[in-house]
């Protein structure tokens, strides 16, 4: 009888479970946004302010607005855990969610980006991977879905030096000073690799690449390694709890935080905060600024967060990953918005908001329109160009708060345009594309 | 009764030797394949095929593979997930370094790599056993995963490390929809497993289970345990290279080494023990729990319309899942085929049990 009982269990698992995979119903004047996010696991800290904003900046245009012209936005969230297979999944489960199905995609993982980048062209769903992913993505005419908006690595790894370069007087200066790369492995941790080297070539300095095993918790051999070498400056390419460890380490072997510099997904409060006072003076790049003192977000605090429908709690809302998460979303939403005036204003299918995304074109009013003043750098996307126009900014953490200690600075299109075009054309030849002819209009 | 056999007579050795000796076994798995090769294509959603059957097929086929070691020879392995990397990785570049090359001839050759490799990881066995065994194979997983990402050659000089896969040509068909996806993984997988079933009930087999019982009286009735331990450890690797090559391939599309890390061969490891130790069907029923229960977990919350957080029903899933596996274990150690063999024995004595 024992096990008649277990059996009648599992046959009610199943059924249960197969219910599970239908679907409720949509309604029709909606455009769907799929949210991949992850909420636990050992990213968690930096994954989830993430999403809170990015879901926070949805709500808040459909509080204020009533949705994009009347359309509202409908999102959903999936679980991902940064795993590439579960990323996958969630992307094939909400893709088609929806009246016309998902809008864009932002996978928010490098793993996730490159498995997506082979399915959007077939499920016809643009990749927005915003600051992160495929640099050589950057081609459009290759790479039409995928759009590595204000920065890849390899700008990121350029603005850098270019940065050393401004605070000691010139790049001839760089002759002969050591940098080492301390990098997540993956393929996230190595893609500023191959740029960093022909810099190194260049401009004469020293340049070493040390792996750190993901998660990144172990990292004392590395940062031996770093006291017996003494490099002038130590670039971080950390992602989660990496970050945190690298900058403890780098207070345990006395290396000066000061000359520490890190990509923008190395630059928030969850990485800084538990190193306390051995973070101090640690810069990271900034593609975007920090605080609650921009237009969109104090309306995301006046819409949501007055009314008590905020995701995050009220004083997370301004950090540096909640506004990059606004950030990634309101450039989705004004894809959207440029691809209703050109094809009406109702839910538009992925197709036509990709062309909205590749004629996006914020200048600096739309930006104050947008209530994005002093937060974001103007940019242009093109059909050529799907990066448009890389500009990063270097923040310093002085124990409270992130200080920019730099202008804005141009990722050099003339250095980096050859390697995007190289790779890409490596890529298309592996798969057997053809270029898109981009004085066609699209 | 949907069991009862009365008026099945064997009358000759072949038909007393048969894989399925049950008239109704066979009626159920042809109907089964008839479903999966001709209903299921065209009837099942695209989220289903890709994101459903596609890794359940190719991780049955791995776990195949990993029973054979494990439940057939009884070499525990923790390396799976790098044998796995070796047939993806192998394929991957004769695909691009042979011009012309077919990818089913790609496949069974990273299947053949596959199997050289964990012959040569296998050498360890003929001295040692149990949990030694299983550090021993623990270190194949770590140095594979290794090379991977560090030896640039295998990976053809990517900056980043992560690969995708060449388009999927198959006998001079481009195959691009999910059904067409579908079907190849399944036709590879059926032929594979019919293969295996025949395998273990032959000589090899015999030879394996022996090892695997007692290797000291195995030795003494004549089986050679260099051979067999080896020819466990080719075979199982040519299951688990095959079936890394098709994740990569037909499933991911683009992957990079953290696709076949550690987890991976854990993950494997529990579908064998859940799914049934030297069993075929196990290594099914294991795939399909590991697989899609979490995947269930995942969306009932959303599908009955509950209202909680991503974070708590992911948590949740965890939670649920565990408890599962662990209320399985206890029910019934030998796994869910042993659960499936039990309702048969029952049904056959249905409604006279004694």
């Known amino acids: ?442 | 009764m949907l069991y009862r056999e009365a008026g099945q007579f064997k009358t000759s050795y072949a038909a007393d030797q048969a894989v399925f000796p049950i008239l109704q076994d066979r009626l159920a798995l042809a109907l089964v394949l008839v479903v999966a090769f001709f209903a299921v294509p065209l009837l099942s959603t695209d989220y289903l095929l890709t994101s459903i059957l596609i890794p359940f097929l190719i991780l049955s086929l791995a776990a195949i593979g990993l029973n054979i070691l494990v439940g057939y020879c009884g070499q525990i392995s923790l390396g799976t997930g790098g044998l796995m990397a070796v047939g993806a990785y192998a394929a991957y570049n004769f695909a691009i370094r042979v011009p012309g090359l077919d990818l089913l001839v790609c496949f069974v050759l990273a299947g053949l790599t596959a199997a050289a490799v964990g012959m040569f990881f296998g050498v360890p066995s003929l001295r040692i056993k149990g949990f030694y065994l299983a550090v021993a194979t623990l270190a194949a997983q770590f140095f594979l995963d290794w090379s991977f990402s560090r030896i640039r050659w295998f990976t053809n000089y990517t900056p980043s490390g992560s690969l995708a896969a060449p388009p999927l040509e198959i006998l001079g068909f481009r195959i691009t929809t999910p059904s067409g996806r579908y079907l190849l993984t399944l036709a590879i997988v059926v032929v594979m497993a019919a293969l295996a079933k025949n395998l273990t009930r032959g000589r090899i087999g015999r030879s394996w289970m022996a090892i695997r019982d007692m290797d000291i009286a195995a030795e003494i009735i004549g089986i050679r345990p260099l051979q067999a331990k080896l020819s466990a450890f080719a075979v199982s690797s040519f299951f688990v290279g095959v079936a890394g090559a098709l994740w990569a391939f037909v499933h991911l599309g683009s992957w990079e080494p953290a696709a076949f890390d550690i987890n991976r061969s854990f993950s494997l490891l529990f579908m064998v023990i859940i799914g049934g130790l030297g069993s075929i069907l196990g290594c099914f029923l294991g795939a399909g729990f590991i697989l899609v229960v979490p995947l269930v977990l995942n969306q009932l919350p959303t599908a009955f319309g509950i209202p909680l957080s991503t974070a708590m029903i992911s948590n949740l899933e965890n939670m649920i899942f565990g408890s599962l596996i662990i209320f399985f274990l206890i029910t019934e150690p030998r796994g869910l085929a042993r659960l499936w063999a039990i309702a048969k024995e029952k049904l056959r004595l249905w409604p006279f049990p004694h």
Not at chain 1, 335 to 345: C, S, T
């Open chain 1, 1 to 442: 009888m024992r096990f008649t009982r277990t059996l009648a269990l599992a046959a009610l698992g199943a059924a249960v479970g197969l219910t599970g995979l239908v679907g409720p119903a949509a309604a029709q004047n909606e455009q769907f946004i799929p949210a991949l996010v992850y909420r636990t696991g050992p990213y968690a800290p930096n994954g989830a302010p993430f999403a809170n904003g990015f879901v926070d900046y949805i709500n808040m245009i459909n509080e204020r607005d009533g949705g994009v012209n009347g359309v509202k936005l409908v999102v959903e969230e999936c679980e991902t855990g940064y795993a590439t297979d579960r990323g996958v999944e969630c992307f094939d489960r909400l893709k088609g969610k929806g009246p016309t199905g998902a809008a864009f995609i932002h996978p928010l993982s490098t793993g996730i980006t490159f498995a997506l980048i082979e399915k959007a062209p077939t499920d016809k769903i643009p990749v927005m991977s915003v600051g992160y992913g495929r640099s050589e993505a950057a081609d459009g005419r290759i790479f039409p879905w995928v759009f590595p908006l204000l920065g890849t690595y390899w700008s990121a790894a350029d603005i850098l030096v270019h940065h050393l370069a401004n605070t000691l007087g010139g790049y001839d200066k760089l002759k002969g000073k050591k940098i080492t790369l301390v990098f997540h492995d993956s393929p996230y941790g190595k893609e500023p690799i191959p740029i960093l080297q022909e810099l190194a070539k260049r401009h004469g300095y020293v340049f070493e690449a040390l792996p750190v095993t993901a998660p990144g918790v172990e990292q004392k051999a590395t940062w031996l390694q770093i006291r017996q070498g003494r490099p002038d400056y130590v670039f971080l390419w950390g992602w989660g709890v990496m970050n945190s460890t690298s900058i403890k380490e780098a207070a345990a072997v006395n290396f000066p935080r000061n000359r520490m510099y890190g990509v923008w997904w190395s630059g928030a409060e969850p990485d800084v905060v538990p190193a306390e006072a051995g973070a101090n003076g640690y810069n990271s790049l900034a593609l975007h600024a920090t605080g609650t003192s921009y237009g969109v977000v104090r309306d995301v605090l006046k819409h949501l967060y007055d009314k008590g429908k905020g995701a995050a709690k009220r004083e997370e809302v301004g950090q540096v990953l909640y506004n990059r998460g606004l950030v990634s979303v309101a450039l989705g939403i004004e894809g959207i918005r440029v691809a209703q005036e050109r094809f009406g204003k109702k839910p538009l299918t992925g197709e036509q908001v990709r062309w909205g995304i590749e004629n996006l074109n914020l200048t600096p009013e739309r930006i104050n329109q947008m209530g994005f003043e002093g937060l974001l750098a103007p940019l242009k996307v093109s059909c050529l160009d799907h990066e448009g126009g890389s500009r990063a900014r270097i923040q310093q953490w002085d124990g409270k708060g992130w200080k920019f200690i730099s202008d804005w600075i141009t990722a050099d299109d003339k250095l980096l345009r050859p390697f995007v075009e190289t790779a890409a054309a490596k890529y298309a030849q592996e798969k057997s594309i053809a270029a898109r002819d981009c004085s066609k209009p699209g």
